[in-house]
């Protein structure tokens, strides 16, 4: 009978040991998993990827996306990679989206995180209504802006011409040269970051990140005045006067008068 009692003991000591350890494993997991979201602010994700909040309560992290890309393009996060673990990403200079006209990752994913509709033009899938990120020049680093003549970034961009102009300056220090300097165009950048794979430098020069980074932002309270669909927002707008001491005078005299009391 003491034996018995002895050995329940221990069978219940050491499940109590085991339930103690599976929730601390549980809550290792969990705070690796908490650390990994809070430290991906700069993820590419696949063409038609929704907004990044809304892509992390939507996708399952079934990996379909990934299997679908036929150039190995598409990664599913793991541990260390600082990206919310099973969702999918891509590394441009490693590889970058080839662009594909039938965008095969897309259609199957099963949720709409990757969206079919926002590729789509006319009822076909369009690639170039990607928009994955944006590329963005390091002109400290990019030997273009040296004098060294190259267009790598250019010739590899697939929307060339459009993405990715050449301009032209005068080289002052030597007087007879020209810097054939890259320039992106927002408007037209997809993300795709073929710029980027091409790049000579050692570390990429050109880079792509994802808009919400990589873009400004104006602020509703500026108008473009030459844009008559732009300047429509002001016709609700209400005048809004704030009265200073300046306000006496007239425009001109405020600035002839020298005294230089604007307030």
């Not at 219940?12 to 602010?41: C, D, K, P, Q």
């Not at 669909?229 to 005299?253: G, W």
């Amino acid at each position: 009978m003491e034996n018995k009692a002895t050995s329940d003991r221990r069978k219940f000591i050491l499940n109590m040991a085991r339930g103690a350890g599976i929730t601390a494993l549980g809550g290792f997991v969990w705070s690796a998993y908490v650390s990994e979201v809070t430290a991906s602010g700069l993820i590419l994700r696949p063409p038609g990827a929704i907004k990044e909040s809304n892509f992390l309560k939507t996708c399952i992290k079934c990996g379909l996306c990934v299997e679908a890309c036929p150039y190995n393009t598409l990664l599913l996060a793991k541990p260390g990679d600082h990206k919310p673990l099973g969702t999918p990403y891509f590394i441009p200079r490693d590889i970058p989206c080839y662009m594909c006209p039938d965008i095969p990752c897309v259609p199957v994913c099963p949720t709409g995180a990757l969206s079919e509709s926002s590729v789509t033009t006319n009822g076909v899938l369009d690639i170039y209504k990607a928009d994955m990120g944006l590329a963005i020049v390091d002109k400290e680093s990019c030997i273009a802006f040296w004098g060294i003549q190259c267009d790598a970034c250019y010739r590899a961009c697939p929307i060339l011409g459009k993405a990715i102009t050449i301009e032209y300056n005068r080289n002052e220090r030597t007087g007879k040269h020209a810097f054939l300097t890259p320039v992106v165009h927002a408007d037209a950048c997809i993300g795709c970051g073929l710029c980027e794979k091409a790049c000579v430098t050692e570390k990429p020069a050109i880079f792509v990140l994802p808009n919400e980074v990589a873009m400004g932002r104006v602020g509703s309270h500026y108008i473009k005045g030459w844009d008559k669909n732009d300047e429509k927002r002001l016709e609700d707008a209400k005048e809004i006067k704030s009265e200073t001491k300046i306000s006496e005078k007239s425009a001109v005299d405020s600035l002839n008068s020298g005294s230089g009391d604007l307030y």
